[in-house]
């Protein structure tokens, strides 16, 4: 009998602890949804939106991923931002203006702009914030591009000085563009502590981040361009991207912010309860080669792979259309790009050709040989779980095999992928997206080609190139600047230290219940802050 | 035998490629300044085995260290989140299969192939046989899309805990009954099920009181066994319905090699196998008075 009693006040605690677990969580109210005339924007109303990612920080220098990125963009202003097409508009600057030789920027400041706190934002956070970016102790993901900065002045309340120790053309997108940090909040605390309480100047405030949950912000009431209309947005993390697609269709979710499959964005696109649109990202899907390799180091060769390859096949069956053919790193929407390069449509025979030209025959069993004996082959390293990817991979394959390629692939663990391409670089070839020049749109490809670039993927090194990419940086005219980087984008047209394959289209699925968001970049203080719900 | 675990697991960790400072600070963004700097500054340039004397110096003092990938977030804090929602999804994984697959099972053995022991005998094999993941999606389709009763991700409300339970607790219930149900009808052709029936006593009394309490020792063994397999299991289940719980915190951490993270959360899943089976031999003696531990 006393055994029972303990068996049954046992079982009784388990059930009590776990009811009183599944209550602890409070209940979350559905998202209201008020509204008026029809149309006109309305205020109110939760947005939730789906993110593939945990977030690991909300400091706009520690960003780990896009999950990331939403609420840090949402929190925090840079002097500039981007607007479709990553062109320049002023933010927290008003005006500003660059001295003859370039060595010195004057930002005039937006007055009256408060820190969600209250506190107004002035000349000060200027100076604090690019300094906290230069120093290496901060670890800033951007501390390269702020090196040039030698620096910075405080001229009066609203205008900041920066001197640069040599001219540095990229300075405004990549540098001005940095979220401003509060100077008064922000020295009394760790960049660890910031990151995770942070204040901003945007129009959204952090309400609570729940980790490995979500991120939950509220609408600044005193923002300086006026209040948002959500009440609120919810970044909730559903790193399952068959459970966000779920989540979105239960109506869970009205956005989701990372890629959707392919064959999903045309069914959501059928559905007269979703809206589709699409973002440019600076993103290129590649082949990635490594240019030391003996076989792949003969630019034939790397030529003959790309011919060898239907760019437009991928885009079309595999990739829906979602994309488009990469003649170079530059996508056809930025105003830099060169679109008379040479380009290398497919033409199974003129592969060939070329291989032929290069020593390179037929073989036994078909793959091609040289005069060594050596056979044309290489392993090509692809995500792990990354599906859509690694299809385009095995469609490759086959494509190539009938050029006489044998191109094995690999699957990777991303963590073995990135100590392989960017580290210990024992690799032939990977297949993977990447994102030029970080996210702030200017052309500048040091880090990727030039010979000592600490992100060259592909170990290209060519004094000619290097000599281009030095004079880009420090061309201040904006005309000059851009044949520059045409002369760029021709000469890795016509190398080819990787294959480009596409310039993936961000489709983003929205509740057709949102009015106001446009093509663009969620991630970007431009779109979502002036969204509402209609109903 | 935990730090014999938490040392296989380091020398592992260590020796997979990967270098969980490029993993920080971004492959295309590292600088060799910012590299070293995080390497420095979590010690990684000295040998492994100094990194592990370190660590296990911590946790004998009870610090967990800081997470690498959250930038400097207590490991604690981290658990303090993950460790109870996994523990609650485990106990109700469990509780599900109890209640499901006791009654289950006893109409399987009393009703020895009839009707009903056949169909709760071919669920029970759809239960183990059926991958958790397409079962959560399923019902995701069923419960959250067409019916919007069950919400598809989250852990909030006791409605989060519906289908991520059953998901867990399928495997659990299926295996469970059909242990029941043999146990059942091992116990029930013993003499003293025959000499309890012949004392006058009711076909419930000898049921509860006689047969299920002998066949109980099988069940907990069962039981003990599958806690180390829902471990594992939630790796999946939590992943598909964004459960912050430690499967996906461990699955995340081993991506982004957060060694602090996996470290801890091995050794809470070790800590979890060693206790669960304490607790099943500790059953055995309340259950079986021939066994007990001197």
């Known amino acids: ?30 998202s209201g949804l008020p509204g008026d005339a029809a149309g006109a924007p309305r205020a109110g109303g939760t947005l939730v939106v789906g993110s593939h990612a945990a977030h690991k920080s909300l400091a706009p220098y520690h960003w780990s991923s896009s999950a990331d990125l939403l609420p840090i963009n949402l929190i925090h202003e840079g002097l500039v931002t981007f607007v479709e097409g990553y062109k320049v508009v002023p933010r927290l600057a008003l005006t500003w203006e660059t001295s003859q030789d370039g060595l010195t920027w004057t930002f005039h400041l937006r007055q009256g702009v408060k820190w969600h706190d ?102 600044n009431p005193d923002y300086w361009d006026g209040k948002p209309q959500f009440d609120a947005i919810e970044n909730r993390e559903i790193p399952e ?11 869970e979710i009205q956005l989701d912010n990372w890629y959707p499959p392919p064959e999903e964005v045309a069914k959501f696109k059928a559905d007269k309860n979703f809206q589709v649109t699409t973002e440019q990202t600076l993103g290129t899907m590649v082949l990635n080669l490594n240019n030391t390799n003996p076989i792949l180091k003969d630019k034939r060769v790397r030529q003959a792979i790309a011919m060898g390859i239907d760019r437009q096949a991928i885009i079309r069956d595999l990739w829906k259309g979602l994309g488009v053919l990469a003649n170079g790193p530059v996508p056809p929407a930025m105003e830099w790009y060169n679109p008379n390069v040479k380009s290398y449509p497919y033409d199974p025979e003129a592969a060939k050709k070329l291989l032929e030209e290069a020593g390179w025959k037929p073989g036994p069993d078909g793959v091609r040989v040289n005069g060594e004996g050596k ?72 880090p990727q080609w030039s010979c000592n670039g600490t992100d060259n993927q592909a170990l290209y090194c060519d004094p000619a190139m290097d000599k281009l990419i030095a004079d880009g940086a420090r061309e201040m005219d904006w005309e000059k600047r851009k044949a520059i980087y045409g002369r760029i984008q021709e000469k890795l047209a016509e190398d080819l230290p990787m294959i480009f394959l596409m310039q993936p289209l961000m489709p983003h699925v929205a509740s057709a219940k949102i009015a106001g968001i446009k093509d663009g970049n969620f991630n970007t203080i431009e779109v979502l802050y002036k969204a509402w719900f209609k109903e | 035998m935990l730090f014999i675990v938490t040392l296989v697991v380091f020398g592992v960790l260590h020796m997979a490629p990967g270098d969980p400072a490029l993993i920080l600070a971004g492959p295309s963004e590292a600088t060799p300044a910012v590299l070293a700097q995080i390497r420095q500054e979590w010690g990684l340039n000295d040998p492994v085995y100094v990194q592990y004397v370190r660590w296990a110096g911590r946790i004998v003092r009870g610090d967990l260290g800081l997470s ?25 994984a469990i509780l599900f299969g109890l209640v499901v697959a006791v009654p289950a099972g006893v109409i399987c053995a009393i009703r020895k192939y009839s009707l009903w022991d056949h169909a709760l005998s071919l669920l029970s094999l759809l239960g183990i046989s059926m991958p958790s993941f397409w079962l959560a999606l399923m019902m995701m389709i069923l419960f959250s899309v067409k019916l919007h009763w069950l919400p598809t991700a989250g852990a909030t409300t006791w409605k989060h805990y519906v289908m991520p339970t059953i998901a867990l607790g399928a495997a659990l219930a299926g295996g469970l009954a059909q242990i029941i149900r043999s146990s059942v009808l091992e116990a029930i052709s013993n003499d003293y099920v025959r000499t309890a029936r012949a004392k006058g006593l009711t076909e419930r009394t000898v049921l509860f009181k006689h047969v299920l309490k002998n066949a109980a020792i099988p069940i907990v063994t069962y039981l003990g066994y599958r806690v180390a397999y829902l471990m594992s299991g939630l790796v999946v289940v939590e992943t598909v319905f964004a459960w912050p719980g430690m499967g996906r915190l461990a699955a995340d951490a081993l991506f982004r090699r957060d060694y602090f993270v996996v470290q801890a959360t091995v050794l809470v899943g070790a800590v979890t196998v060693v206790l669960a089976n304490l607790l099943v031999d500790l059953l055995y003696g309340t259950l079986d008075p021939h066994i007990r531990y001197q």
């Open chain 1, 118 to 219: 209250g506190v107004e934002f002035t000349a000060d956070d200027v100076k604090f914030s690019l300094e906290l970016y230069k120093n290496p102790t901060t670890k800033a993901k951007q501390m390269a591009d702020f090196q040039a900065i030698k620096e910075v002045q405080v001229k009066d309340k609203y205008t900041a000085v920066v001197i640069l120790s040599e001219p540095y053309a990229p300075f405004l997108r990549k540098v001005a563009s940095q979220g401003m940090l509060p100077k008064h909040y922000h020295e009394k605390l760790t960049p660890e502590e910031y990151e995770r309480k942070p204040i901003g100047t945007g129009p959204y405030k952090l309400q609570e981040w729940a980790p490995n949950q979500y991120v939950k912000l509220v609408a």
């Open chain 1, 241 to 251: 991207v068959a459970t966000r697609m779920l989540a979105l269709r239960s109506g």
């Open chain 2, 68 to 92: 690498m990938a959250y930038n400097k977030m207590p490991v604690a804090d981290l658990l303090r989140v993950a460790v109870p929602k996994t523990l609650n999804l485990n106990l109700a």
């Open chain 1, 1 to 30: 009998m006393r055994r029972a009693k303990r068996a049954l006040i046992t079982v009784l605690t388990l059930v009590s602890l776990l009811v009183a677990a599944c209550s602890s969580g409070g209940s979350k109210a559905p």
């Open chain 1, 375 to 446: 056979r044309l082959a290489f392993t090509t390293l692809v995500i792990q779980g990354d599906e859509d990817r690694g299809q385009i991979a095995v469609t490759a394959q086959q494509w190539l095999k009938q050029v006489g390629i044998e191109m094995k692939i690999e699957r990777n663990e991303s963590g073995m992928l990135i100590d392989r391409v960017w580290k210990t670089r024992q690799f032939d070839a990977a297949l993977y997206t990447w994102t030029l020049g970080g996210f702030s749109g200017d052309p500048d490809v040091a």
